[in-house]
């Protein structure tokens, strides 16, 4: 095919401040945390234009600030290096920052636990003394302070190791962990798909650790080499493929002195997904799940025997969706349960046998997280709105109606901190910026601000978001700043339209490189069809055993209607660009719906869902075997020979999410199948792209496909 040669893109220096500000992330407080005794906020935050994370702490009377820590003085000097098990970690949790990425406070508020380059160092918060603990060789994973704050746990050579910190000297708590059955660590579909990244958890007295045995025998095993140096044998993982064989995982109880393990015991044949570990409040109580993940059980289980005993069953016929906040035990009351039975999300209180108590959070009310529950005065936080597009924070107190905590901000994410005495807040909205506050749980006083160094973004906004007719998907649409009334536009189509995520929402950040992009020439426009979540149960689950078909008419459906309502959508010119489901349905629209689509760019793009792994794919597609029309519906290479479109397929090789794999397969069936494509290896680069000149030269590439085809 001939592209025309396109005018070059403007505004650069957006482009660039963008990518050197990690998209205007880098300066603002994360991880808000209220001490205890509510006098101070302690929070990381770095430099305007640094990725490395210092820790600081706010004085809640004053509102001065002060530096406690930083990497340059832990390091004296040294370079941060990370463990590619480090590294693995920090991209399960999509953390680009580094640094201090994380931080733990014991309970009593007196000590913090912070690590950096695979070593632990405690701080103690009265004279910033900082110790060094006395770890053995390789990176220590996972640090937890146990519930006294005498001690520290990790995962060191495949095994739970702790050291007191009176003594400063390490032992094993887990013994004969090894590289392929290790011990303490979550496996890999638990960090990526169930949204659990911890693999072993104290007992309230800290007396005892439950932990998790991890055995990848039989796994197949995937190789990502580094292809500007082939002389460096590739780095290994286990990687558990749809149809294929998943990590065994067993959870055992052991003292932290040493002794016999007791490995609890459960219909494992049945239910063989560990899906959440919970010691705090309550019994010690699993989630477990069968492979199919339309089945799972709420289990209380005896430490001291082993035995577990089934409190909730939860069905659904299609699959049934994981969060992590629960069981939430209320001492000596019952547990807070999370369910769509009932039609859309639902929060109900259990009685310690797992019966029914009351319906906290009706269905309806738009429950989208939980906050947190503070017993003493019997009120649950949540975040969450009817409208999908927005989430504000609400009170339940004593099963009550659900009351609106004023809050700014069209978009909320909070944590009940302090004792419960505080919540920590971020809030924004499509005219500001993340900006963080605390305030008292019991609404009283006034808020403080968490203060901020980050660079302010001097794009503005112009975004309108709407709900197509008859109940269907919201839309957001972004028109270029210079934009005529009644002119034609060509059309860009920013999508995802996968399950768990939205693009529709009340938020600046994520939208200002797509306004960058409509001032380029043109209209970016996103709808959330079916599949996407915050509606009701029926509307995520329109996509069971078919991410295509729905998912991909749902996009063009949207479009076709939204440009009767915004006459200048140029329907003749429409372009599609996405990320991981969101490339995967880029190419499902360019080579599928030639007929509605111009080009399009496919970012990390899952092409055949029998490569991608186990717990995600199975829970929307089936397990292979019995649902093979399934796979071959969803798959690209399906749609193969009706291509007819530019397409331009970018991929890190190095991803260890969706592999390179994917993008090398649909460009061989291209290519043998005599249809021009583009393709843009991104050289080391994984899921994450942080680094900013390779950012900024991705959004250029993007920009300029678009000219030349559109």
Known sequence: MTLLSAAPVTDVAFLNEFAQTRRYLAGRPVSVRVTHDGKSALFLRSEAKDARQMLFELDLATGTT??????????????????????????????????FTSYQLSEDGARLLVGLSGKLYVVERADRKVTALKTGEGACIDPKFSPDGK?????????????????NVERRVTKGGTESKPHGLAEFVAQEEMGRFSGYWFSPDGKSIVFQETDHSGMETFGIADPMHPEVAAEQFHYPRPGKKNATVKVGVTSISGGATTWLTWDAATFPYVATVTWKSGPLTLVVQNREQTKEQVLSADPKTGKTTVLLTEEDAAWLNLDQAFPLWWKDVGFFW????????????????????????????????????????????????P????????KVVDAGA?????????????????????LAVMHTSTTQMPKHLVLRADGTGTPVTVPSVAIEPSLALSMEISQLENDGPWTAVIKPKDFVKGQKYP???????????????????????????????FIVVKLDGRGTPRRTRAWERAISHDFATVTAGDQIAGLQALAKKVPELDLSRVGVYGWSFGGYLAGLLALSRGDAVKSAVAGAPVVDWLDYDTHYTERYLGVP??????????????????????????????????????TLKLSDAMFKAGKPHTVLPLTNFTHMVPDPLVTERLWERIATWFKETL
């Open 625 to 662: 075997d019995a649902h093979p029309k399934a796979y071959e519906v969803s798959s690209l290479l399906t749609y193969v020979p009706q291509a007819k479109r530019p397409l331009l397929v970018i991929h890190g090789t190095a991803d260890d999410n969706v592999y390179f794999l994917h």
């Open 491 to 521: 059309v860009v189509l920013e999508v995802y339209g996968g399950p768990r995520h939205q693009e529709v929402t009340h938020v600046l950040r994520e939208n200002l490189v797509l306004q960058w992009l409509a001032n380029q020439g």
């Open 66 to 99: 002060k530096e406690l820590l930083t990497p340059e003085a832990v390091l004296q000097g040294a370079s941060e290096k990370l463990t590619a098990a480090e590294k693995a970690r920090l991209e399960r949790q999509r953390v680009s920052a580094r640094g």
């Open 402 to 422: 659900p009351q609106l905590v004023p809050t700014p901000g069209a978009t909320v994410l909070a944590t009940l901190t302090g004792g419960g005495q505080w």
């Open 151 to 167: 001690s520290v746990a990790y995962v060191r050579d495949n095994d739970v190791q702790l050291i007191e910190l009176s003594k």
């Open 387 to 394: 409208d999908p597009t927005k989430s504000l924070l609400f």
């Open 338 to 385: 999370m369910t769509e039975r009932n039609g859309a999300a639902e929060v109900e209180l259990r009685k310690p046998d797992g019966s029914l108590s009351a319906s906290w959070v009706k269905p309806g009310a738009g429950f989208d997280a939980l906050v947190g529950f503070d017993p003493a005065t019997k009120t649950l936080f949540f975040s969450g709105e």
